[in-house]
Nanobody
């Protein structure tokens, strides 16, 4: 069993930066990669980026658009999503999810989801 808790969302203005956190807990964390997804109202959930548990491999999706960066603090079991140059179209609920590999996560095969954190970007 893996538990994921996101935080760091909020209301920001266009052009601002924001860092989201995903704290993972559980007994078998090393078996999983962690990814970030987002879901805007009325749209499907889309993949952003994933990282393996050791932090050595990343897999970026097209929605990252060179503005989003993933990183991991192994000591804190925390995965971060640094977002820069935020735009109103980035408004969504952001989720982290755990799957068996970065490519697996990118394909949407998620074993565990967090509850999500809302990011709202005003123009």
């Amino acid at each position: 069993q893996v538990r994921l808790v996101e935080s760091g969302g909020g209301l920001v203005q266009a052009g601002d930066s924001l860092r989201l956190s995903c704290v993972a807990s559980g007994r078998t964390l090393s078996n999983y990669a962690i990814g970030w997804f987002r879901q805007a109202r009325g749209k499907e959930r889309e993949f952003i980026v994933a990282i393996n548990w050791s932090g050595t491999t990343t897999y970026y999706g097209s929605s990252a658009q060179d503005r989003f960066t993933i990183s991991k603090d192994n000591a804190e079991n925390t995965v971060y999503l640094q977002m820069t140059g935020l735009r109103p179209e980035d408004t969504a609920v952001y989720y982290c999810g755990a799957g068996s590999g970065t490519g697996v996560v990118a394909g949407g095969r998620i074993d565990y989801w967090g509850q999500g954190t809302q990011v709202t970007v005003s123009s």
